[in-house]
């Protein structure tokens, strides 16, 4: 079946709105009850149980062997009833008994590991509760797999960022209330995934093929021969994402652990959009490359990139440009040491963002092994600056290394996509607004730290002028496209809302360019 342009355009823009959507109520969500542990344990505590959560992250997304990224792309690639029953009975064959398995060795192993790994025998608790919520969160992040080969947004929205969060910041309530301490606040996280495991297996039964009358077809061996790379990918992203925090607390202090699970959540607040629009990036692009639709993939990709910036770069201006007004306002004063390190960290992740969804496309059209050899590279990298930089620098040194192995991932990811198809990131429709929005954040920072004392109303205010005159640049400068024009006239007639004044504004400025 012929995949529509317009349609696909209106698939992810829908889509990613959605998701967008879910995704700033869960960051809203998941930052008030970050904040409220973070200032309730203080930095020593609040890094134990930091490290619970990275190890938890760590596991089960191992324990997944790369599956639920390999059911989202073949479940659109199939038209055959028992050959999707197939795809989804086959990995949750393969993921239970594995999470399971790694679940009750880390509980069981907690203290040599807490003692041994981390110098302090007092969180084996904490190591042992997220243990056993290894498997849950590795079904919870496999339902997604399956929502997401069905492409809807609404099930995942409601799964992975509306479930956790809620149910999370309840517990952790809870908690906090009834002074549980760190442990407390350890199965405020357990119950979170739990809950949503549920949840997410609900959404299988009733929207994927899970259940159907259909004999499913054996597809373990497909599976598994696409997600193998992407098993040592995603080890590999762990030694990008989760290495330095374990680093730290080997090498460092708790407490250093507890401001750096402070400023990278911050810093990667700017992957928000593109996780958004990845989510039905992937089924977009995979059935467009089975057809063969190689100038229509490049089309998608370079849409989407521009939208991923122009939303992501006011958030950008905030965190990298007044960092320490940003970690004050959320999660307290004795975090400002970081304020440098969330500085460069932020560098790293606008660049990751607007680099645009390379990994996805590569995943899409079958290169995961071209993933995981750059995967491998950036790990060794990213592990070296580590080894070299956190015992002298600590939280700085890890900033630093998780910034040069993203600058360095993204490169080889995009040299990689060029090389297959020729498709880069790169557009007017990018670079003109681009250009003009990095000139304008340079002057509203200038302006704000040379005439005002940066207080958080000043702080509100020079964010309001940016994004009015943000508008302007992309409607003068080139930023809607024939595409943004047939969304929005979809839009009105969708939703029968009419944006004429608007629409009177954004003509005036686009007619004189």
């Known amino acids: 079946m012929a995949v529509n342009l317009d349609d696909a355009f209106e698939k992810l823009f829908k889509g990613g709105g959605i998701l967008f959507f879910g995704l700033v109520v869960e960051l809203g969500v998941s930052f008030l009850a970050k904040a409220l542990i973070a200032r309730y344990l203080g930095p020593s505590n609040y890094g134990a149980v930091s490290l619970g959560i990275t190890m938890l992250a760590l596991l089960s997304t191992l324990s997944l062997l790369g599956l639920n990224t390999g059911v989202g792309r073949y479940l659109p690639r199939f038209d055959d009833e028992s050959d999707r029953r197939g795809v989804m009975w086959s990995a949750f064959q393969i993921v239970l008994p594995v999470s399971v398995l790694v679940g009750v060795i880390v509980a069981v ?12 025998p007092s969180i084996v608790p904490i190591i042992r509760t997220f243990g056993l919520t290894v498997p849950f969160a590795a079904l919870m992040k496999l339902s997604v797999g399956g929502i997401q080969g069905v492409q809807l947004a609404r099930p995942k929205v409601i799964v992975n960022n509306f479930t956790p969060p809620i149910t999370r910041f309840t ?108 989510f039905l990036f992937v089924p977009v692009i995979s059935r467009l490359d089975a057809e063969g639709e190689t100038e229509d993939m490049k089309r998608v990709y370079q849409v989407v990139t521009k939208w991923i ?6 958030a950008f201006l905030v965190i990298a440009l007044f960092p320490e007004l940003t970690i004050s306002m959320t999660f307290g004063n004795e975090y400002r040491v970081g304020a440098t390190a969330l500085s460069i960290l932020s560098i790293a992740f606008f660049s990751h963002s607007i680099a645009g969804p390379n990994a996805n496309v590569l995943t899409s059209i079958g290169r995961t092994r071209a993933i995981m050899w750059d995967n491998i590279v950036v790990a060794v990298v990213n592990t070296i600056l580590n080894l070299l ?36 990131p790169f557009s007017s429709g990018l670079v003109r607004p681009g250009l003009m929005g990095g000139g304008l954040v340079a002057v509203v920072a200038w302006v704000t730290r040379t005439y005002f004392t940066v207080t958080i109303p000043v702080l509100v205010a020079m964010f309001l002028v940016f994004l009015s005159a943000y508008g302007v640049v992309i409607l003068r400068f080139g930023g809607v496209e024939e595409e943004e024009v047939t969304l929005v006239l979809s839009f009105e007639e969708q939703f029968g809302i009419d944006l004429g004044p608007f629409k009177t504004i954004a003509k005036a400025l686009i007619k004189d360019r």
């Not at 192993?109 to 302090?120: G, V």
């Not at 350890?186 to 899970?210: E, N, Q």
């Not at 910036?309 to 006011?314: N, Y």
């Not at 956190?390 to 996509?417: E, K, V």
């Open 389 to 424: 930089l956190i015992p002298r620098y600590g939280f700085l040194g890890a900033g630093i290394a998780t910034a040069a192995s993203y600058l360095l991932l993204n490169f080889l990811y995009s040299l990689q996509l060029y090389r297959e198809t020729g498709i880069h």
């Open 171 to 278: 517990a952790v309530a809870i908690a906090l209330v009834v002074g549980a301490g760190a442990v407390g606040i350890a199965t405020a996280y357990a119950l979170a995934y739990v809950a949503a495991a549920l949840v997410g297996l609900y959404f299988v039964v009733r929207k994927t093929p899970m259940f159907s009358s259909v004999k499913p077809t054996s597809m373990h061996r497909e599976l598994l021969s696409f997600s193998a790379p992407l098993i040592v990918s995603s080890a590999m992203g762990f030694v990008l994402t989760d290495l330095d925090t374990f680093m730290l607390g080997y090498f460092a202090t708790t407490n250093a652990v507890g401001v750096y699970n402070v400023i990278y959540p911050l810093a990667h607040l700017l992957m928000a959009a593109l996780t958004a629009f990845g």
């Open 109 to 120: 192993s907690a203290e040599p590991i807490a003692t041994y790994a981390f110098h302090n």
């Open 309 to 314: 910036f122009m939303a992501t770069l006011p």
